[in-house]
């Protein structure tokens, strides 16, 4: 656990990061996305039983297939500016690949994650990132209403909150047979979590905390929703 100087010194120098590109007198990042061939494709399609159910995610790569984290990434990174701040950041993996801005997280899964005990309640100056993302988390912090408060503190007017999700169904249902999945490795869902949640569920929690959305679409075969909402005037 980092104290709040530790902590802000750190996000202070997070925008020395990766893929830097420079354009007039700013920087502009330049996220690596991934551009998978048509045989990519393909196989990654005739290997959705080993993907999504069956093999453990670290297992994939030995078998030229794309992870469920690799996708949830690639979606996102295009919508990315500015400094990011990635809340319930796992591994700390979307923070690495964009190369500007800081993990948070509860439970240390490496990566140079900086672990809090809680997202609701963080160090940091009010109005000083650009993007915040919730990547396949929202549904995993019990007290999601207060971190989506804190985010809209967090976030500057013109920036942006961006959220991936399941819905529950098919949650529940993954997280009954992932045996690999991370809620397992400490030691099962906790109360307040949900396996999921619909559309309309997140639109309405975020729209409470003051937020808008505008934009959504699926990906990933349709199984997952990507939402970008903006702070309310």
């Given at each position: 656990?980092?104290n709040?100087?530790?902590?802000?010194?750190?996000?202070?120098?997070?925008?020395?990061?990766l893929?830097?590109?420079?354009?007039?007198?700013?920087?502009?990042?330049?996220?690596?996305?991934?551009?998978?061939?048509?045989?990519?494709?393909?196989?990654?399609?005739?290997?959705?039983?080993?993907?999504?159910?069956?093999?453990?995610?670290?297992?994939?790569?030995?078998?030229?297939?794309?992870?469920?984290?690799?996708?949830?990434?690639?979606?996102v990174?295009p919508?990315?500016?500015g400094?990011?701040?990635?809340?319930?950041?796992?591994?700390?993996?979307?923070?690495?690949?964009?190369?500007?801005?800081?993990?948070?997280?509860?439970?240390?899964?490496?990566?140079?994650?900086?672990?809090?005990?809680?997202t609701?309640?963080?160090p940091?100056?009010s109005?000083?990132?650009?993007?915040i993302?919730?990547?396949?988390?929202?549904?995993?912090?019990?007290?999601?209403?207060?971190?989506?408060?804190?985010?809209?503190r967090l976030?500057?007017?013109?920036?942006?909150?961006?959220?991936?999700?399941?819905?529950?169904?098919?949650?529940?249902?993954?997280?009954?047979?992932?045996?690999?999945?991370?809620?397992?490795k400490?030691?099962?869902?906790?109360?307040?979590?949900?396996?999921?949640?619909?559309?309309?569920?997140?639109?309405?929690?975020?729209?409470?905390?003051g937020?808008?959305?505008?934009?959504?679409?699926?990906?990933?075969?349709?199984?997952?929703?990507?939402?970008?909402?903006?702070?309310?005037?």
């Amino acid at each position: 656990m980092k104290n709040d100087h530790e902590l802000e010194e750190f996000v202070a120098k997070s925008g020395d990061g990766l893929n830097q590109g420079h354009y007039g007198n700013s920087f502009i990042y330049l996220p690596v996305t991934m551009n998978k061939s048509l045989m990519q494709n393909i196989w990654d399609f005739i290997g959705i039983p080993f993907r999504f159910l069956l093999f453990d995610q670290s297992w994939l790569s030995r078998f030229k297939w794309t992870t469920l984290e690799e996708e949830r990434i690639s979606a996102v990174l295009p919508y990315i500016q500015g400094r990011l701040l990635d809340i319930g950041a796992g591994p700390n993996t979307l923070v690495k690949r964009y190369g500007n801005g800081i993990g948070v997280d509860v439970v240390d899964w490496g990566g140079g994650v900086w672990v809090v005990e809680n997202t609701a309640r963080l160090p940091l100056r009010s109005n000083s990132f650009d993007t915040i993302t919730f990547i396949a988390c929202l549904n995993h912090i019990p007290n999601r209403n207060e971190v989506l408060r804190e985010a809209r503190r967090l976030v500057k007017q013109n920036g942006k909150v961006i959220i991936t999700m399941i819905d529950p169904v098919l949650g529940s249902i993954g997280h009954a047979l992932w045996w690999y999945s991370e809620d397992k490795k400490r030691g099962g869902m906790q109360e307040g979590e949900l396996g999921g949640m619909w559309k309309k569920q997140v639109i309405e929690i975020v729209n409470e905390e003051g937020f808008s959305l505008n934009f959504h679409k699926t990906f990933l075969y349709g199984l997952n929703h990507l939402f970008l909402f903006s702070p309310n005037k």
